[in-house]
C-alpha cells in the first residue's frame, strides 16, 4: 500500500518552499513578489504538515502536525486575495482589510484552542487495499467549516472571477499571464480542495492532491516565459531538483512495495534494488532534465552589447541597401526569432511604405501615409507593442497591425523623417518582447535608419550619374551618327554641285567615254554614301546590342577564326586610301581549345579594342610623329591551370596616363581628346592629301566599359589592362575554354 497523499504533499512541501525563496529574494522589492513568496511558502507548510499528520503514529502527534498544517491552509485564501488585486491593479481596501482581520481570528484560534478549528482527527481510509490508513481532520471544529466555505471556497472563486473579467480587457501579454496563472491555480486550490472531502464524511481519496506540485510547476512556466511579477528569477535548479527528488523518490517507494508485495523478505531486496538503480540513475536524470527545462522553459539568452557593436561595425562598411537589411533581418533571426519580419521603406513617388526584404512572407505590404500606424509613430517616435494597453483602445490601429500580423511596430527615424518602419511577429517561442528587447530594438532603429539613408542618398547619386552618363552615351551617338552622315552629305554635295554630274549627263552631245568616266564616278561616290549610312546604322545596332545583349546557345568557338573575321573588318573600315595602314598581327599558339563563348560577342570585343589601338597609334602620331615600326598585335595563349584562353591586344600608340588608369572602363570615358583637336588633325591630314573629309581619323567602337561589361558578364571572363603612357597598351582578356557543362 502506498501513501499517495503524502508522497504528494511532501513533493509539494519541497518545491513550494525552494520557489518561495527564490521568489522573495529576488523580488523582495516588488510588493507582488513578497505576497507571492508568503502564499508559495504557507502552501509548503501546508504539505510539510499534512505529511507529517498523515504518516504519524498516534492521535496527538496528527493532531498537532494538521494544527502545523492548518497555520499555513488558513492564510492561503487572504494572501491569494491580495495577489489577485495587486496584479489586476484593483484597489478594495476596506474588503481586505476585512479579511485579513477574520483570517487573523482563525489562525490565532488554530493555535490556542483545540474545539474551535480542528475539533478532532480519526483514522481513515483503514479499510483500502490501495492507499494506507492516514489520519484526517473529522470532524472539523465550527470555525474550520466557516473557513472552508467562506474563506477556500468563497474567496478563491470571487478571485478566479475578477481574473476572467480582467482577461477580457487586458492586453494580450497580460492575458498570458492570467491564462496560465488561473490555470495553474485551478489546479492547486480544486486538487487540494479535495483534501476537505474526508472533512466533511466523505469516504473518498484525495487522489487528485497531486494537481498542488504541479500548479508550482505552471506558475514557474509564468514566471519565466510571461514575466507574472516581472522578475527574472533563475529556477531552473528548482524545477531539476523538485522533479529529481519526485522521480527518485517513486523509483523507492514503487520498487520497494513491489518487491514486498511479491517477495518474502523483499522489503530489504527492494531497498537494495532501489539504491541500485538510483545511484546509476540520478545522473542521466538530471541531465536528461536540464536539457527538457532548457528547451521548453529557457530560450538562450544573447549578448545585446554585443550584437548592438557588432551590427553597427557592418553597417558602417556597407553601402549596399540589400546587403543592410538582409543583415538585420538575419541579426533579428538568430537573436530574437521572431515568426516574422517586415522591413518597409517609404515610397515617395506612391507615397506609401513599401515591403523591401521579409521572411515568411509572400505578398508585398504597402501601408499609407495616412493609416492609424504611421500617424502614431510619426507623433511619438516610440515602438508601438501590441501589448501595450495604452493602445488597445485604439480599434483601427489594433486592427491594422492584426492584418500585418505585427506584434512589434519599430519607426526607423532620421532628423524626424520616418523614412521606414520594422514590423516584427510574435517570437516561435511564444515569448513576450520583454524592456531588454525593446531597449535593443529602439538602438537597432536608430543605427539602421542613417545606414540606410546613407545607402539612399549613394543610390540617389547613382541615378544621377546615370542620367549624365546617359546624355554622355546621347553625345557619343549623335557625334558619331553626325560625323558619318556629314560625310554622306558632302559626298552628294560633291555629286550635285562640285562636279555637276546630273547636268553633264544631260548634255546630249557628251560622248559614249566621258559618259561612262562620270557613270563610274557617280558609282563610286554611291557607294561611299551607301557605306556612311552603313556606319551610322553600325553605330546605332552596337549600342542596342549592347544594351540587349544578343540570345542563343553558347557553343565551343574557333578563337583563331573569329579573330581573323573581327581583323578583317576593321582593316576593311578603318584602312583608308590617305591614311597610314597600321599592321595588325595575329599569333596564335598550337593546339588552342575551343573558348566557351559566341562567335559576334567575341568579333565585338575584338572589333571595339582593335579600334581603340588603332586611334592610339594615330594619335600618338599627332602628338610625337610617325613611327613606321607602330604595329598591334593579338597574342593567343591556353592557361591550361585556370582553364581560360588568354588574348592579349597589344598596340605601341600613346598609352594610358596614370592618372586615368582607375577611369578607362567607367561610362563613355575617352582618352582621345577633344574633338578640336581630332578636327585640327584631320584638317592638316586632308589639307596634305588633297582629299576630303570622309577620310578623318575618328573612333568606330564602342566604350570600354561596355566591352568590359560583355566580357565579364556575357562571356564569363575577365578583362584587364596593363600601360606606360606614350609606349602603348595592353588589353588582356581571359575566357573560358569550352567545356560540355555550364553553370
Given at each position: ?248 523518490l517513486g523509483i523507492f517507494i514503487g520498487i520497494t512495495l513491489i518487491t514486498q508485495e511479491l517477495i518474502v523478505g523483499g522489503k530489504i531486496l527492494g531497498l537494495a534494488i532501489s539504491s541500485i538503480i538510483i545511484i546509476f540513475a540520478v545522473r542521466p536524470l538530471e541531465d536528461f532534465l536540464v536539457k527538457v527545462t532548457d528547451k521548453y522553459l529557457f530560450q538562450k539568452k544573447y549578448d545585446y552589447k554585443q550584437i548592438l557593436k557588432s551590427f553597427i561595425d557592418e553597417v558602417i562598411t556597407v553601402l549596399s541597401l540589400d546587403r543592410i537589411l538582409e543583415s538585420t533581418i538575419d541579426l533579428l533571426n538568430k ?240 584602312y583608308k586610301k590617305s591614311v597610314r595602314q597600321i599592321p595588325i598581327y595575329l599569333e596564335i599558339e598550337k593546339g588552342i581549345p575551343g573558348a566557351n563563348a559566341k562567335e559576334e560577342d567575341l568579333r565585338e570585343v575584338t572589333i571595339a579594342i582593335l579600334d581603340n589601338a588603332m586611334d592610339a597609334i594615330r594619335m600618338k602620331e599627332l602628338q610625337l610623329g610617325k613611327d613606321e615600326s607602330d604595329n598591334v598585335k593579338v597574342k593567343v595563349a591556353h592557361l591550361k591551370n585556370a582553364n581560360q584562353i588568354e588574348i592579349r591586344f597589344i598596340d605601341t600608340g600613346i598609352g594610358i596616363k596614370p592618372e586615368d ?83
Open positions: 500500500m502506498i501513501q499517495l497523499y503524502g508522497l504528494s504533499n511532501l513533493i509539494g512541501a519541497v518545491t513550494n518552499s525552494t520557489i518561495a525563496l527564490f521568489v522573495y529574494f529576488k523580488g523582495r522589492h516588488s510588493k507582488l513578489s513578497k505576497i507571492w513568496a508568503f502564499f508559495t511558502f504557507c502552501v509548503a507548510i501546508y504539505g510539510f504538515g499534512a505529511y507529517m499528520a498523515v504518516t504519524a503514529q498516534n492521535y496527538d502527534s496528527a493532531f498537532f502536525w494538521w494544527q502545523v498544517s492548518y497555520v499555513g491552509v488558513i492564510l492561503l485564501p487572504a494572501l491569494f486575495l491580495h495577489f489577485v488585486l495587486s496584479f489586476l491593479e484593483i484597489k478594495k481596501p476596506i474588503l481586505l482589510n476585512v479579511v485579513y482581520v477574520i483570517t487573523f481570528l482563525i489562525w490565532i484560534a488554530n493555535i490556542v484552542s483545540k474545539n474551535l478549528f480542528i475539533g478532532h482527527v480519526s483514522l481513515l481510509f483503514t479499510d483500502s487495499r490501495i492507499y494506507k490508513p492516514a489520519w484526517w481532520v473529522y470532524p472539523p471544529g465550527p470555525l474550520h467549516i466557516f473557513h472552508t466555505l467562506i474563506l477556500y471556497f468563497g474567496l478563491l472563486t470571487y478571485a478566479m472571477i475578477l481574473l476572467i473579467k480582467s482577461y477580457r480587457s487586458a492586453s494580450r501579454f497580460k492575458q498570458n499571464q492570467i491564462k496560465y496563472f488561473s490555470i495553474a491555480m485551478i489546479l492547486g486550490f480544486a486538487g487540494g480542495g479535495t483534501s476537505y472531502l474526508p472533512c466533511f464524511g466523505i469516504n473518498l481519496y484525495p487522489v487528485f492532491n497531486i494537481t498542488v506540485p504541479l500548479y508550482t510547476f505552471i506558475i514557474a512556466y509564468t514566471i519565466i516565459r510571461h514575466q507574472l511579477m516581472d522578475i527574472s528569477v533563475v529556477i531552473k535548479k528548482t524545477l531539476v531538483f523538485a522533479s529529481l527528488f519526485a522521480i527518485v537573436t530574437l526569432h521572431p515568426k516574422n519580419v517586415d522591413i518597409l521603406l517609404f515610397n515617395k513617388h506612391e507615397d506609401k511604405y513599401v515591403s523591401y526584404k521579409a521572411i515568411k512572407r509572400n505578398e508585398i505590404l504597402t501601408v499609407g501615409n495616412d493609416a492609424q500606424l504611421i500617424l502614431l509613430l510619426k507623433s511619438t517616435n516610440e515602438i508601438i507593442s501590441m501589448e501595450s494597453s495604452e493602445y488597445l483602445s485604439n480599434k483601427s490601429l489594433t486592427k491594422e497591425m492584426e492584418k500585418l500580423k505585427a506584434e512589434l511596430i519599430i519607426p526607423l527615424t532620421l532628423n524626424d523623417d520616418l523614412i521606414g518602419v520594422m514590423i516584427l511577429g510574435k517570437k516561435k517561442s511564444d515569448e513576450e518582447y520583454n524592456k531588454e528587447d525593446i531597449d535593443i530594438l529602439t538602438d537597432l532603429a536608430r543605427t539602421e535608419a542613417i545606414a540606410i539613408k546613407n545607402s539612399q542618398v549613394l543610390n540617389e547619386l547613382a541615378e544621377q550619374k546615370k542620367v549624365a552618363d546617359l546624355g554622355k552615351m546621347m553625345s557619343f551617338l549623335s557625334h558619331n551618327i553626325n560625323n558619318h552622315l556629314g560625310r554622306a552629305r558632302n559626298r552628294l554635295q560633291t555629286i550635285m554641285y562640285t562636279e555637276d554630274v546630273v547636268n553633264k549627263l544631260k548634255d546630249e552631245n557628251l560622248s559614249y567615254d566621258k559618259r561612262k568616266d562620270i557613270a563610274e564616278k557617280l558609282s563610286q561616290h554611291l557607294d561611299l554614301v551607301d557605306k556612311y549610312i552603313e556606319a551610322s546604322a553600325s553605330v546605332v545596332k552596337k549600342a542596342r546590342d549592347f544594351a540587349k545583349p544578343s540570345q542563343g546557345a553558347f557553343a565551343s568557338l574557333n578563337v583563331e577564326k573569329s579573330l581573323n573575321t573581327a581583323i578583317d573588318m576593321v582593316k576593311e573600315l578603318k588608369k582607375e577611369s578607362i572602363f567607367l561610362p563613355y570615358f575617352t582618352t582621345k581628346g577633344s574633338s578640336a583637336l581630332y578636327e585640327s588633325f584631320a584638317r592638316r591630314k586632308e589639307i596634305e592629301s588633297g582629299n576630303s573629309q570622309e577620310d578623318k581619323v575618328v573612333g568606330t567602337g564602342l566604350g570600354l566599359d561596355l566591352v568590359k561589361n560583355l566580357v565579364e558578364n556575357l562571356m564569363k571572363g575577365s578583362m584587364r589592362i596593363e600601360s606606360e603612357y606614350k609606349k602603348g597598351a595592353t588589353f588582356i582578356v581571359n575566357i573560358p575554354v569550352w567545356s560540355e557543362t555550364r553553370i
